[in-house]
């Protein structure tokens, strides 16, 4: 992975703004030490050639401030998106997402429709229930992967390609040791390492999203990985028919980042979905 570009700062964010053309909002997942270009530098290069890419750290994670949230917390962040898109001008947007980012643009897409053009969405869990039976350590396994990694010891290169290679790649053998560098000095973020440590949450409050997704207009590509460690593919299944216009891909051989692990395939399904999707908006359908 190559050295991040030269970021900004607005609205208490740091991103990246790469490119021209259609605005693109690049959302990354929680898991510690992820940022925007952890998350989507194997990809942002791809997409800013036919795009306006704009990757910001969500709030709380990289360069962007370690605020402390009260209140619902999914609110909160398609909140603040909505603020930094203000800022930026940006009036109309497509998301490509992961985990985390997906969750929070889940929620903005159905609380601000006029924001949101269309929704790539990869390992998100917007309701806390799967189809046919519980969810992974009744969806806990993110929380309890993160509390083991900086508790004991603490933060070590070792636990954190351990993390990766067995929740978020699916063949951990081909991990760049890069990925693994830079997610670990990120998660010895002094910011990071304080809100890990509080006892209270200072994430906010959970929210279930049921009622939000049936009142997403957006076109929607729930996309994931067949070996997804945290949801298997009923659950996302079940998403894209909570979704009015809800679609599935799955990918073989990826689990939870597939953008890192199949870049080029990733970008050329997304690619597809995007352009599908700017069309019709044109057209009107």
Known sequence: MSTPPEGKHAEGYHYLDLGSGLDTVFLHGGGPGCTGWSDFGPVAGLFAAERRVLIPDILQYGRSDKVRITGPMWDFHAARTVALLDTLGVERADFVCNSWGGTIALNLAAKYP???????????MPVFYGPLAPLPENGHRGRSARDAYYGGEGPTREKM??????LEWCHGDRLPEETVEMRYQQS??????ELAAMSDSPRGDWQDLTEELGRIQAPTLFIWGREDAFLTPDYPMMLARMVPDGNLHVMDHVSHHLQEEQPERYHAIVAAFLADAARRDAKGD
């Open 114 to 124: 006029d924001r949101v053009r269309s929704l790539v969405v990869t390992g998100s």
């Open 161 to 166: 390609r351990r993390l990766i290679a067995t």
């Open 188 to 193: 010895l973020d002094p910011g990071e390492r």
